[in-house]
């Protein structure tokens, strides 16, 4: 049932594969618009956000699974609205424990050669066809990034939120990565092998955080807004209209 949060995404519809190649083009640019245009006018009020990444393949039987529930949920109940990228694994987890506390828990959904499964516990649920898309949203609206453990799309996420920091393409907000055993080797690796050969700055390392608990995930968050509101100074918004 569709309520204020949800509603069914209504894209053009997709030319036939026998329409020359320059309207399809023409088309692909319509449907980029009108996904960056309804995801705007549907996410816009969301905030403060955080959204959470992690692996598709993790069980709710997991400790993994609990952990981003748990987080979640903390971060729900104390006012953030959770994004996630709507599917399986730690994105279910995420939604779970956003649904069942105070504030809306969102999910940005992807289509795919092989269909994600969208998880039941979105209050907002959008779909993108275009990665990029959705990624721009899961920056635009987030006041923090909360990194599980996963595989290639989490380190992508998680890389392109630390290139958008350290560019200054975006403004500066937590990037937190959660359960350090997971993450040990990629971060000495970042500090030994990077930041020795002078790859990236040695400050850049204090882009990301590493933290287990997760009522300190929620107080490492509040401790950077401490001094600010959580909305994007001036300064800060005249830079992600260039985002």
Same mark, same amino acid.
């Given at each position: #049932?569709?309520?204020?949060? $949800?509603?069914?995404?209504? %894209?053009?519809?997709?030319?036939?594969?026998?329409?020359?190649? +320059?309207?399809?083009?023409?088309?692909?640019?319509?449907?980029?618009?009108?996904?960056?245009?309804?995801?705007?006018?549907?996410?816009?009020?969301?905030?403060?956000?955080?959204?959470?990444?992690?692996?598709?393949?993790?069980?709710?039987?997991?400790?993994?699974?609990?952990?981003?529930?748990?987080?979640?949920? %903390?971060?729900?109940?104390?006012?953030?609205?959770?994004?996630?990228?709507?599917?399986?694994?730690?994105?279910?987890?995420?939604?779970?424990?956003?649904?069942?506390?105070?504030?809306?828990?969102?999910?940005?959904?992807?289509?795919?050669?092989?269909?994600?499964?969208?998880?039941?516990?979105?209050?907002?649920?959008?779909?993108?066809?275009?990665?990029?898309?959705?990624?721009?949203?899961?920056?635009?609206?987030?006041?923090?990034?909360?990194?599980?453990?996963?595989?290639?799309?989490?380190?992508?996420?998680?890389?392109?939120?630390? $290139?958008?920091?350290?560019?200054?393409?975006?403004?500066?907000?937590?990037? +937190?990565?959660?359960?350090?055993?997971?993450?040990?080797?990629?971060?000495?690796?970042?500090?030994?092998?990077?930041?020795?050969?002078? #790859?990236?700055?040695?400050?850049?390392?204090?882009?990301?955080?590493?933290?287990?608990?997760?009522?300190?995930?929620?107080?490492? +968050?509040?401790?950077?807004?401490?001094?600010?509101?959580?909305?994007?100074?001036? $300064?800060?918004?005249?830079? #992600?209209?260039?985002?």
């Amino acid at each position: #049932m569709e309520n204020e949060f $949800t509603r069914a995404e209504k %894209l053009p519809q997709r030319p036939a594969d026998d329409t020359p190649v +320059i309207a399809r083009e023409a088309w692909r640019i319509f449907g980029i618009m009108s996904e960056f245009v309804d995801a705007t006018e549907r996410l816009n009020a969301i905030h403060p956000a955080v959204s959470i990444f992690g692996s598709a393949r993790v069980e709710p039987d997991h400790p993994y699974y609990a952990l981003a529930e748990r987080i979640a949920r %903390l971060l729900s109940d104390a006012g953030f609205a959770v994004i996630s990228g709507g599917g399986p694994g730690i994105m279910e987890a995420a939604n779970k424990g956003a649904f069942h506390g105070r504030s809306p828990s969102v999910g940005l959904n992807i289509q795919l050669p092989l269909e994600q499964k969208s998880n039941p516990y979105q209050d907002i649920s959008q779909t993108f066809h275009h990665f990029f898309a959705r990624k721009y949203m899961f920056v635009k609206c987030a006041s923090a990034y909360v990194v599980m453990p996963g595989g290639f799309g989490t380190l992508d996420e998680l890389l392109e939120a630390m $290139t958008l920091v350290q560019t200054r393409k975006t403004r500066k907000i937590p990037v +937190i990565l959660v359960h350090e055993p997971f993450w040990r080797g990629l971060v000495d690796w970042f500090r030994d092998r990077l930041v020795d050969e002078k #790859m990236i700055s040695p400050d850049d390392i204090n882009l990301i955080q590493v933290i287990n608990e997760p009522e300190a995930v929620a107080d490492a +968050i509040f401790k950077h807004y401490e001094t600010r509101g959580f909305d994007p100074l001036p $300064t800060e918004h005249e830079i #992600m209209l260039n985002l």
